[in-house]
């Protein structure tokens, strides 16, 4: 059974019921090309049963060498960029204590590095890590990706240095295919324990693979309860296949007309937690790079409010009416702060002194709500009860299906990335890389 809900009634005041309905037809096409295997790019959809083929066995050899690099180091980094990251940030970042360095909390710190190539960025890491015990995931489907192999080359030099090239061994996990590219030869070579990204299973699918579940076991997160919340909203998704009984078949049709039909050609998710940015730019890249492509597609932007209600709220409220809205609504906090009685109020706080925080916070989400219906900003709604491993599995789950769907309502391939190569083109050629 799943907990996370849609909820979508508003949008009857941006299109008609009857425009929906007209496109049940298109939208059970794209649900059937997805589920029964099809449509383009069907030799990367192993991402729909990563939950129903995790066994125990896989789970517990995550969990050793999660805890093996969690015993010997303060600090593990990984290194990585676009799929091969954000899912792991997005699912630690949800989870962690909002101020973990300075709270510890027996867990290593994981932090990431190789998704830029800023040199300021490599040193500061450099400094950490001259001061901390560490261990390096270094994950690469591909094998080839420069911004993770310079970060790497970096890195393996300096724990090499540190504790002697035949301990830095053990130090070092890497994460990439089952027998090309670069960084597979150098595992090998180097005889680093070594997970494996299946073929059929692209980057940005990949959280609910090693790609991600290394990194959050090693953060101390419950990797198996992740699983499970995934695996929940895949057999319902699977087992409900109309518009009306199926939140990810809503989800996707519902932003697909408002883009084709109704202009709206930017869509925030928005979260009122700020533990879950990373989830939202881990959103961003699983919609930007599978629906981006054929001159089509929403914009997939994002948003963390109250703080950005300080920034793009007046746009999202008076600007071009380009915009639509999808809320990611947590009912629960983990934790209560009171707001404490003032005898003299001269803040004026008094009266929300019964209210916990977090109910000031869905407060201010229903009256944002409403004001950008007001203001011409159509809205969905998906709430979860609370950000746990289940509800963060769930919600995976649903936004790659959805996903999938999406672009197979655009008539694009969901699972291929051809645009990213233009800048890397361009990059070898300025920086006189030699052509094999
Ligand atoms: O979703 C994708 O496939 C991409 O974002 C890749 O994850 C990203 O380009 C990194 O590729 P690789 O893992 O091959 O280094």
Redesign the pocket.
């Known amino acids: 059974m799943i907990n996370t809900q849609f909820s979508y009634s508003e949008i009857f005041s941006f299109i008609n019921e009857e425009e929906v309905k007209n496109n049940f037809v298109k939208l059970g096409n794209a649900y059937k090309t997805v589920c029964d295997r099809t449509g383009k790019g069907n030799d990367f959809l192993g991402w729909l049963d990563l939950p129903k083929d995790y066994d125990a066995n896989f789970s517990q050899r995550i969990k050793n060498c999660a805890d093996k690099l969690a015993a010997q180091s303060d600090v593990v980094v990984v290194i990585?960029?676009?799929?091969?990251?954000?899912g792991a940030r997005a699912v630690i970042e949800a989870l962690q204590h909002p101020f973990k360095p300075f709270v510890g909390g027996g867990r290593p710190s994981v932090l990431f590095a190789g998704n830029s190539i800023s040199e300021d960025y490599m040193h500061g890491l450099l400094d950490v890590l001259e001061k901390k015990d560490y261990s390096l995931i270094v994950?690469?489907?591909?094998?080839?990706?420069t911004?993770?192999?310079i970060a790497f080359r970096i890195l393996k030099e300096h724990c090499e240095k540190k504790y002697g090239k035949s301990a830095a061994k053990d130090r070092i996990v890497a994460i990439?295919?089952a027998s090309r590219?670069a960084?597979k030869k150098l595992a090998t070579d180097e005889g680093y324990d070594t997970f494996v990204?299946p073929d059929s299973v692209?980057?940005?699918?990949?959280v609910l693979t090693p790609?991600g579940l290394l990194p959050i076991a090693v953060a101390g997160f419950d990797i198996d309860k992740l699983v499970h919340g995934a695996m929940e909203m895949r057999e319902y998704l699977l087992q409900n296949n109309t518009f009306e009984t199926n939140i990810a078949m809503q989800y996707a049709l519902l932003r697909y007309l408002l883009y084709a039909e109704k202009n709206k050609r930017i869509e925030l998710l928005v979260a009122y937690e700020p533990c879950l940015a990373y989830f939202v730019e881990w959103y961003k890249?699983?919609f930007g790079?599978?629906e981006g492509k054929e001159h089509k597609a929403i914009f997939p932007a994002g948003a963390i409010f109250s703080t950005d209600l300080h920034s793009l709220g007046q746009y999202i409220q008076e600007g071009e009416r380009h915009l639509m809205e999808t809320v990611i609504s947590v009912k629960n906090a983990k934790n209560k702060v009171a707001i404490p009685y003032d005898e003299k109020d001269a803040d004026g706080l008094n009266y929300l002194q019964k209210m916990s925080m977090n109910e000031i916070n869905l407060t201010a989400e229903k009256g944002t709500r409403l004001a950008h219906l007001d203001g011409g900003v159509p809205n969905f709604q998906i709430s979860i009860p609370a950000i746990n491993e289940a509800s963060l599995g769930e919600l995976i789950y649903f936004f790659e299906f959805s996903c999938a769907i999406g672009g197979y309502l655009l008539d694009v391939n969901p699972f291929n990335?051809p645009g990213?190569e233009a800048y890397k083109k361009n990059m070898f050629r300025l920086l006189g890389k030699p052509e094999k």
Do not use: F, H, M, N
């Open positions: 990585g960029i676009g799929g091969s990251y954000l994950i690469s489907k591909s094998g080839t990706t911004e993770p192999a990439t295919d590219g960084l990204i692209g980057g940005r699918y990949s790609v890249q699983l790079e599978s990335q990213v």
